[in-house]
């Protein structure tokens, strides 16, 4: 049975490397301490969530830039997204 702990620690290790690589670009980062912090709170739903429109508010980069760096913090499974109507949140 000694696999299973190291089959562990594995998943444990891969989910850390993707999390260091979704995080190494300067942009991501930033997108990713603003949603963390909860900054960009001018128009949030009842949870307080944020929508990627407030993200990309406080950049100097394209939506859909912005998009694409959320769409690689969810990868790497560092951000939860909800889609209500037009709106992600």
Excluded: W
Aim: charged share 25%; glycine share 4%; aromatic share 4%.
């Amino acid at each position: 049975m000694p696999k299973k702990p190291q089959i562990m620690q594995m998943e444990a290790r891969e989910r850390l490397v993707a999390a260091f690589k979704a995080l190494s670009n300067d942009n991501r980062l930033a997108v990713f301490e603003q949603i963390r912090s909860g900054q960009g709170k001018g128009t949030l739903d009842d949870e307080n969530r944020v929508t990627v429109c407030n993200v990309a508010e406080n950049f100097n980069i394209s939506l859909s830039t912005i998009s694409h760096h959320i769409k690689e913090l969810k990868a790497a499974k560092l951000v939860r997204c909800e889609k209500q109507g037009q709106y992600m949140l």
